[in-house]
T-cell receptor, first 116, second 114 residues
Framework: ETGVTQSPTHLIKTRGQQVTLRCSSQ?????VSWYQQALGQGPQFIFQ???????GRGNFPPRFSGLQFPNYSSELNVNALELDDSALYLC???????????????FGPGTRLTVL | AQKVTQAQTEISVVEKEDVTLDCVYE???????LFWYKQPPSGELVFLIR??????QNEISGRYSWNFQKSTSSFNFTITASQVVDSAVYFC???????????FGTGTRLQVFP
């Protein structure tokens, strides 16, 4: 069984640029969630996708957007990058069978984004 | 508002010592789920345990044990006979019943010295 994978591992961008991060969910999982983890902090929820539809969003501006594809892989897009966007971006997948907060989320290794 | 507090920022122990990581949560939901994750230096969050609000039985898995007490809104994690490989940041998290998002604490960095 393949776990959650993310690409790229590291990325360096400059302020104002746009970035796309990718995530492949664990086999059999139809739900993908994205989190931002600043240095020394706990992960913060960005949004979740369930069967290609956004299924909840955290307190992030609209320049953070996402997609989920028919194979349940997902992309996180960030426009107009700011210095504060520098963080580890984590993707997590779950099987969506329980709902109501019961599903366990399994995380990928993350993408470390540096904005200069 | 839902919140998870991990008051211990960093703990250092010597190998074979027992160590307890504290987690206190706040929620108005009657049904909720609590989790512990381990984050080694590689960055990946590794799932350790999930506990629902209706199951207050303590759980033991090898050297790991968890103590869930609804009366004090705590879900503490104990590592018995710690090992150097246990060195990592440990996060406690609460799952929001309505949105399925995880609400994390700020984490506790555990350093186990040989």
């Amino acid at each position: 069984e393949t776990g959650v994978t993310q690409s790229p591992t590291h990325l360096i961008k400059t302020r104002g640029q746009q970035v796309t991060l990718r995530c492949s969910s664990q086999s059999g999982h139809n739900t993908v969630s994205w989190y931002q983890q600043a240095l020394g902090q706990g992960p913060q929820f960005i949004f979740q996708y369930y069967r290609e539809e956004e299924n909840g969003r955290g307190n992030f501006p609209p320049r953070f957007s996402g997609l989920q594809f028919p194979n349940y892989s997902s992309e996180l897009n960030v426009n107009a990058l700011e210095l504060d966007d520098s963080a580890l971006y984590l993707c997590a997948s779950s099987d969506g069978t329980s709902g109501g907060g019961a599903d366990t989320q399994y995380f990928g290794p993350g993408t470390r984004l540096t904005v200069l | 508002a839902q919140k998870v507090t991990q008051a211990q920022t960093e703990i250092s122990v010597v190998e074979k010592e027992d160590v307890t990581l504290d987690c206190v949560y706040e929620t108005r939901d009657t049904t909720y789920y609590l989790f512990w994750y381990k984050q080694p230096p590689s960055g990946e969050l590794v799932f350790l345990i999930r506990r629902n609000s209706f199951d207050e039985q303590n759980e033991i898995s090898g050297r790991y044990s968890w103590n869930f007490q609804k009366s004090t809104s705590s879900f503490n994690f104990t590592i018995t006979a710690s090992q150097v490989v246990d060195s990592a940041v440990y996060f406690c998290a609460l799952n929001d019943y309505n949105t399925d998002k995880l609400i994390f604490g700020t984490g506790t960095r555990l350093q186990v010295f040989p």
